[in-house]
């Protein structure tokens, strides 16, 4: 097994460092002037100059799959089109930008737009394309997904009671959403919903997803939502109503019955994204945490030199590591055999990725004293984004109890009277990963 990462590897995750250490990291302060100023729900400058400038030098829409993956395409609109990396090529650019918390919009590959340009690329008819997918891909617009409601335990999607209703040539859509990421963003101008369209039906051809203009007559922000106190925006997490909000017939992704599919093909890369970028969150936090023990000294003697502070360290370098092993894993099992065929080791890096930055971002608020809670450092901010993470696109409980499943199905009692003395012979049952259980959907931002 080669652990040295290609040429090819090399080369984007190189370009994405250097552009952030030349371009984005040195301006950290503007972003932070500018973000205070004025009205909240706004477009920051800081950012859209730099967006010209990564657009220009072709570090752009980077998560854009390859033109031979696996997933279905409703036409062969070859130019919506990224620069082809694979999953594990853009996990190493991720980490890039996990590091400081915009990049990730300066090269056009922020959630939840990725994970939406991803579905109209796959799923799209060419009409959907021109409309929303060129825009978003030149970066003029911005979008949200729709799927979490206040309600409902929406860690079992088919839990979900939004209504998606024909009405001769439109649909006519009625619900309540919450933590739509995005969706104060003044340019978010398309929401993917995720709603019922036969109550019926079953359990998992219940749900469809719709294209829904954010300016349609009957979509109404009723708040938005803070996370420990941080508003995130002019991004922002939003409670919004859907009250007779008609559609065209036409805004049917795929065709009725179908988001459970649809949902798929999203979450899985959209999981690794939050993963990868989520090392580059813990690999901050410890360099912080390492030069803060470095410059304080505490009863006679620098830091650092505490064995508490080396026992902290230590660990933090070894779950990071192993934490991307893990996810370098996953993300390459995905270009190779599939979605399907890598969700355990998707769920596992799911639940792993968050809870070691947490780990790792508690320590350095620890080291930095005071200062940690405060917003000197960013730590409390980058606390309580990777706390969300442990609920977003499925809580850990869900993950764990698919990762589980899929132990208890290898190591499954053989049937039968001669069980006890065939269990030492592994009976396995079979698992080809094909049913589909809401817990692979969870809460989707």
């Known amino acids: 097994m080669d652990f040295e990462p290609t040429e090819r590897q090399a080369y984007w995750a190189g370009r994405v460092r250097d552009f952030i250490e ?30 010209k400038l990564a657009k220009e030098a072709g570090i752009w829409n980077l998560f854009m799959p390859p033109r031979n993956d696996s997933h279905h395409h409703v036409d062969d609109s070859f130019e919506f089109e990224g620069p082809g990396l694979t999953n ?26 990725t994970g939406n340009m991803e579905v109209f690329h796959r799923y799209g008819t060419r009409e959907q394309k021109e409309e929303w997918l060129r825009p978003l891909m030149n970066g003029e617009i911005r979008s949200a997904f729709l799927m979490t409601e206040p309600n409902t335990a929406s860690s079992d999607a088919t839990n979900i009671e939004t209504r998606i209703e024909r009405d001769g ?49 009957g979509v109404k922000i009723l708040r938005h939502l803070p996370v420990f106190g941080y508003d995130d925006a002019p991004h922002g997490h939003m409670e919004i109503e859907l009250n007779n909000v008609r559609v065209p017939a036409s805004n049917i992704l795929l065709g009725e019955g179908r988001g459970f599919e649809i949902a798929q093909g999203r979450l899985g890369p959209g999981r690794i994204h939050h ?38 360290v230590a660990r933090a370098r070894i779950d990071i590591d ?16 599939g979605n399907k065929a890598a969700k355990q080791e998707i769920a596992m890096i799911k639940v792993q ?93």
């Open 353 to 445: 990725a968050p809870n070691m930055a947490l780990k790792i971002i508690d320590d350095a608020i620890q080291a930095h004293g005071g200062g940690g809670v405060s917003d000197d450092y960013g730590l409390a901010n980058a606390y309580a984004h990777q706390r969300t993470l442990r609920l977003a696109d499925g809580p850990d409980e869900v993950h764990a109890r698919s990762i589980a499943h899929m132990e208890f199905a290898k190591h499954a009692p053989v049937p039968g009277p001669t069980a006890n003395a065939l269990r030492g012979d592994h009976g396995r049952a079979a698992n080809d990963g094909s049913s589909f259980s809401s817990g692979d959907m969870g809460v989707a931002r």
């Open 275 to 312: 993963c990868m970028r989520t090392i580059g969150v813990a690999e901050e936090a410890l360099a912080k945490m390492c030069r803060r023990l470095q410059e304080r000294e505490a009863f006679g003697k620098p830091v650092y030199k505490h064995s508490v502070w080396e026992e902290r």
């Open 322 to 337: 192993m934490t991307r092993l893990l996810c370098l894993k996953a993300a390459d099992m995905m270009d190779k055999v």
């Open 88 to 113: 594990l090529e853009y996990a190493l650019c991720a980490e890039e930008m996990g590091r400081i918390g915009w990049a990730s919009e300066v090269f056009n590959c922020s959630a939840p737009d």
């Open 169 to 217: 040539d439109e649909y006519v859509i009625n619900g309540v959403k919450w933590w739509s990421s995005g969706a104060g963003d003044p340019r978010c101008k398309v929401a993917i919903v995720m709603g019922k369209t036969d109550f019926s039906a079953q359990r998992h051809a219940q749900q469809s997803m719709i294209l829904m203009p954010l300016d349609a007559p």
């Open 22 to 51: 030349t371009h984005i990291r040195p301006n950290i302060g503007t972003y932070k002037s500018q973000d205070a100023e004025g009205d909240r729900w706004k477009v920051i400058q800081i950012i859209e100059d730099k967006k």
